[in-house]
Nanobody, 114 residues
């Protein structure tokens, strides 16, 4: 079993920055993909950014503002969020894919005020 825990959410003014962290632990035999999804109130969950050994992928809405990175030794993924906008307000979920299964964190709230 794998546990996934996010941290770093909070309230930030428009134009500000936050960095989210997600640590995976447990029976990790091979960690292939880590990423971030988000869900705004009343909306579905959408892809924000994903990182693999081959590169990164971002939603068009966050390109140029968000940066995803990972520390393989610590099984941790980060999401650096700059130039935050009110429309970025959502619960951000960490996603982890191993060789055998997919796992989700419980989410961390990010609220951007104008």
């Amino acid at each position: 079993q794998v546990q996934v825990v996010e941290s770093g959410g909070g309230l930030v003014q428009a134009g500000g920055s936050r960095r989210l962290s997600c640590a995976a632990s447990g029976s990790i035999f091979s960690l292939n993909t880590m990423g971030w999804f988000r869900q705004a109130p009343g909306k579905g969950r959408e892809l924000v950014a994903v990182i693999t050994s081959g590169g990164t992928r971002y939603a068009d809405s966050v390109k140029g503002r968000f940066t995803i990175s990972r520390d393989n030794a610590k099984n941790t993924v980060f999401l650096q969020m700059n130039s935050l906008k009110p429309e970025d307000t959502a619960v951000y979920y960490c996603y982890v894919a191993t060789s055998y299964n997919n796992y989700w964190g419980h989410g961390t709230q990010v609220t951007t005020s104008s």
